[in-house]
C-alpha cells in the first residue's frame, strides 16, 4: 500500500513550475540589464571635461601639450593627440575622450569633447643683416634681396618693400627704407643707403680674432661639443695641432654651388683625410648661392 509521500507531481504542474521559474530568471535579468542601463545612462550623461581655455590662441611654432589645457574633468581623459599642432598657422580642432568604467570593465561609457585653438604668428620678421653701407658697381643690376638678410619663424616668403630709389647709373649714396612683412601682417623695418661706385672696394677683414681654447672656455657646459668649420680658405691645417687644442669635430665644405653648378673645394680630400687621422669626427656640407625655389622633378 502507498502512502501520500510516494505521490508524484501530475506533468502538468512540473510544467507550470519551470515556466515561473523561468519567468522569474528573465524577470530579475531584466531588472538587472535595466538597471545596468540606467547606471550606464547616468554614468554617460555625468561625463564631462572643462578646458582652461576656449578658444585658445597659441604662437606658432611653440611646444603644448594637450593635457595642460584639461581644467576639470569627470572621468577618464585621453586625446587623440598629445601636443597641440602649431606647425602653421590656422585653426585647429583636437578631440578629448573622456570614459568611465563600470562593473569591473563590463561597460566602458565614453563621451567626445572638442577643444577649438587658433594658431597664430606675432612674431616680426627677423634681420640678419640691415645692408646699410653696400657699395655697388655702377651699370650693374640693383636687387634688394641681394644685400639685405632677413627670414620669418612662420612665413617662408615675407615681402620685401622698398621706398626710395637707387640710380644704378649714377655714383652717389641713395637711402631707402625698408619693410618686410610677413603673411600674418607683422612688420620690421629700418632705414639703410647704398652707395653706387665706379668700383666696389677690396673687402677687409678686420674683425677680433678669439683663440679656440679660450672660446671653448668660456661657453663650455655639460653635453656640449665644440668643432670648426674648414674649407680652402683655411690653407693647410694641423688637424693633429686642431685636436690637441680641443677640438671635437670638423664641418667639411665638399664644395659650392653656383647656379646649379656643383665645385668641389680644392682642400675637401685632404681635409677629410687629415681629419681622420687625427681622430677627429667628421662632418659635411655644400655651400650654395642658388636663392630661387626648388624644381619639384617628377617621380616615377
Known amino acids: 500500500m502507498r502512502t501520500d509521500r510516494y505521490k508524484q507531481d501530475p506533468p502538468e504542474k512540473k510544467h507550470r513550475t519551470i ?3 523561468l519567468i522569474l530568471v528573465l524577470l530579475a535579468a531584466a531588472g538587472m540589464a535595466g538597471f545596468a542601463g540606467y547606471t550606464y545612462k547616468k554614468a554617460n550623461d555625468s561625463l ?14 611653440e611646444t603644448h601639450k594637450a593635457l595642460d589645457y584639461v581644467k576639470s574633468s569627470v572621468g577618464n581623459v585621453t586625446v587623440s593627440d598629445k601636443y597641440l599642432d ?9 578631440v578629448f575622450t573622456v570614459s568611465k568604467s563600470l562593473f569591473g570593465g563590463l561597460l566602458n561609457p565614453e563621451k567626445e569633447f572638442t577643444l577649438n585653438y587658433s594658431v597664430i604668428d606675432t612674431v616680426p620678421p627677423l634681420l640678419l643683416w640691415n645692408g646699410s653701407g653696400t657699395v655697388l658697381e655702377r651699370g650693374t643690376e640693383f636687387d634688394i634681396n641681394n644685400v639685405i638678410g632677413y627670414g620669418d619663424n612662420a612665413d617662408p616668403k615675407p615681402t620685401v618693400k622698398v621706398k626710395g630709389k637707387v640710380n644704378m647709373k649714377k655714383d652717389g649714396r641713395y637711402p631707402l627704407h625698408v619693410i618686410v612683412t610677413d603673411a600674418s601682417g607683422n612688420k620690421t623695418e629700418w ?14 677683414d678686420n674683425f677680433p680674432r678669439t683663440g679656440f681654447s679660450d672660446f671653448k672656455k668660456k661657453h663650455q657646459g655639460e653635453g656640449r661639443s665644440f668643432g670648426i668649420d674648414v674649407s680652402t680658405w683655411q690653407g693647410n691645417i694641423d688637424f693633429n695641432a686642431v ?4 677640438c671635437d669635430f670638423v664641418i667639411i665644405r665638399v664644395g659650392y654651388s653656383v647656379d646649379g653648378k656643383v665645385n668641389i673645394d680644392s682642400k675637401f680630400e685632404q681635409n677629410y683625410r687629415k681629419a681622420k687621422e687625427a681622430g677627429l669626427r667628421r662632418g659635411l656640407y655644400l655651400y650654395s648661392y642658388d ?3 626648388p624644381v619639384q622633378v617628377p617621380t616615377g
Open 19 to 21: 515556466i515561473i521559474l
Open 243 to 246: 685636436k690637441k687644442a680641443g
Open 86 to 94: 602649431t606647425d602653421t598657422v590656422g585653426n585647429r580642432k583636437l
Open 191 to 204: 632705414d639703410m643707403y647704398v652707395d653706387v661706385a665706379d668700383s666696389v672696394p677690396p673687402y677687409i
Open 291 to 293: 636663392n630661387t625655389e
Open 48 to 61: 564631462a571635461i572643462s578646458f582652461a581655455s576656449d578658444p585658445l590662441k597659441v604662437e606658432v611654432g
